[in-house]
């Protein structure tokens, strides 16, 4: 199982990212789907997730800037970012629950990360 993020970049303050991941490989079933993120100096923390079933959960620091969302009929994740604020600056993981034998059997899977950068 890999996952790909994809969608960072650098944009100014009160700008907008979308962020996207892709997993692939044997894939039986996905669970919870997420996004965490590592800036500089600070541990990774939890941004956003998302169950099967479309439940969502945020971080306070998000405040209704971000929104979480998947296609499950193509195993993609996103993250909309709205209003970012040089805070947000930081790499962002994905991650993924899934089920790669058939089994139920669930493990958390991560993406590479990619480097969202906000400055003017």
């Known amino acids: 199982v890999q996952l790909q993020a994809s969608g960072g970049g650098l944009v100014q303050p009160g700008g907008s990212l979308r962020l996207s991941c892709t997993v692939s490989?044997?894939?039986?079933?996905?669970?919870?789907m997420g996004w965490y993120r590592r800036a500089p100096g600070k541990q990774r923390e939890l941004v956003a997730s998302?169950?099967?079933?479309?439940?969502?959960n945020y971080a306070d620091f998000v405040e209704g800037r971000f929104t979480i969302s998947r296609d499950n009929t193509k195993n993609m994740h996103y993250l909309q970012m709205n209003s970012l604020k040089a805070e947000d600056t930081a790499v962002y993981y994905c991650?993924?629950?899934?089920?790669?034998?058939?089994?139920?059997?669930?493990?958390?899977?991560w993406g590479q990360g990619t480097q969202v950068t906000v400055s003017s």
């Open positions: 991650n993924a629950d899934v089920d790669s034998s058939g089994r139920s059997w669930f493990v958390y899977y």
């Open positions: 490989g044997s894939i039986f079933g996905i669970n919870n």
């Open positions: 998302i169950t099967r079933g479309g439940a969502t």
